[in-house]
């Protein structure tokens, strides 16, 4: 819930003066719903930050696929932390969420994390493999290509922290086992990303980290330089 129309064309006019070629990467912006048509309308790759699971109805203040698609969404995050932990949205509910997206064909990304409590405890592999199982349940193998995977230690977003280089190791390479496990062979081609405070000290070496295929950058997004930074990181 960041930036005013005002500020979200002053984004995009600095955005267009930076050098965003790349091989063999994507570039993707999930503002607030208002401004898809924004992005969208200047030719950036474009998600929406939620959606709803039903194709219609009295839900007030929800988003359908249907909806997003009609502007030029082209994609949408299912399980943010933050709807997660502020939204109380439960693991029931984002399965239902995945299962309307592999209906009508709309990729998403799915986030999964653990809070600081879980980490500590020894727990976090299992929590956050808890988390893939149950909101992936509906899917099946020929909608896997809808499928990028985030994950997000909730103790580092918005904290300035990092889980250090071994941390995101462990996690990314479980959840790849872990989609192999229940996808076959076609689990090796879900693009793993990380979030979690990632900035322009940290990108280059959190991209070189097995199974670490991009970042779901935050508030260093907010400054066009700084996601440049960010993007060039990723080239290096």
């Known amino acids: ?128 493999l808890a988390q893939l199982t149950e909101n992936l349940r509906f899917l099946s193998v020929s909608d896997l290509h809808l499928l990028v995977v985030a994950y997000e230690p909730i103790w580092a977003i918005g904290s300035g922290l990092s889980a250090n280089l071994d941390q995101i190791s462990e996690m990314q390479q479980a959840i790849r086992d872990h989609l192999v496990e229940h996808f076959g062979s076609a689990g090796q081609q879900v693009p793993i990303l990380y979030g979690g405070s990632v900035n322009e000290a940290n990108a280059e070496a959190i991209f070189s980290c097995p199974n670490v295929d991009g970042a779901l950058v935050g508030g260093a997004a907010l400054d066009p330089l700084i996601f440049n930074q960010l993007w060039k990181a990723l080239q290096a």
């Not at 709807?83 to 990729?107: G, M």
Request: proline share 2%; charged share 15%; with cysteine.
């Open 1 to 128: 819930m960041n930036l005013t129309q005002p500020e979200v064309k002053a984004w995009l006019h600095t955005y267009q003066t930076l050098d965003w070629s790349a091989q063999n990467a994507s570039l993707w912006v999930y503002p607030s719903a208002i401004y898809l048509k924004d992005i969208q309308a200047a030719g950036l790759q474009c998600g929406a930050q939620n959606v709803y699971f039903e194709a219609s109805g009295a839900f007030t203040g929800e988003l359908s696929i249907e909806q997003l698609q009609s502007i030029g969404a082209q994609s949408v995050l299912i399980g943010h932390s933050e709807r997660r932990l502020i939204f109380k949205e439960d693991d029931s509910l984002l399965a239902q969420k995945v299962s309307a997206c592999a209906s009508a064909a709309f990729p998403f990304i799915l986030c999964c994390g653990e809070a600081q409590d879980i980490r500590e405890a020894g727990t976090h592999l299992a929590f956050v």
